[in-house]
């Protein structure tokens, strides 16, 4: 309620904006004006539209996706690895969808159909209270006696939608350790 003293002809109508820690969409606040109580003499309303609306922009950080853990190694009698993917930051409101690619051409040593499968460029869907999503690939078991560093396989996040951050790390490195006799 705003009260406009006798004789003056505009008010100010105080809008209090309370901080929080939550990653949200810009809010719109729409104040309406309605017909005054009372006046002497009577008063009117004008407004364009008769009412004004004000934007709040959201000044939170969004949250940043990485991967759990790095590096991690396993036998090549492991067939299936699962990475996990993890958000971290602010609470939010909006969903993320985190794009992931296999970087193991450049900058690992394994090699596709001979050590694993290629993993093919996906997504991962974070829901506002998701904060881990998984995927996984195939390694492939062989007979063949490999260095004793093993095979690199090199996956790396490439994007985050809805405005969301790539954090760190941002590549996940999975050794896979040669179990065949020499």
């Given at each position: ?45 004008s ?5 004004h ?25 492991v ?104």
């Amino acid at each position: 309620t705003v009260g406009i003293p006798r004789y003056t002809t505009t008010a100010n109508a105080p809008l209090t904006v309370t901080p929080d820690m939550i990653d949200e969409d810009d809010q719109v606040v729409t104040m309406t004006l309605s017909v005054p109580v009372s006046g002497d003499p009577p008063a009117t309303v004008s407004m364009t539209n008769g009412s004004h609306a004000r934007t709040i922009l959201d000044d939170d950080l969004p949250p940043a996706f990485s991967f759990v853990a790095i590096p991690a190694n396993g036998a090549e009698w492991v067939t299936t690895v699962n990475i996990t993917i993890t958000k971290t930051g602010n609470a939010t409101e909006r969903s993320f969808v985190v794009t992931y690619a296999d970087f193991t051409s450049t900058a690992g040593t394994a090699t596709p159909v001979i050590d694993y499968i290629a993993i093919p460029t996906g997504t991962l869907t974070f829901m506002p209270a998701e904060f881990n999503q998984s995927f996984s690939f195939t390694v492939v078991e062989d007979m063949l006696n490999e260095p004793d560093t093993g095979d690199t396989v090199v996956i790396g996040i490439t994007g985050v939608s809805n405005g969301g951050a790539i954090g760190l790390p941002n590549r996940h490195i999975y050794t896979i350790e040669d179990d065949d006799p020499l």
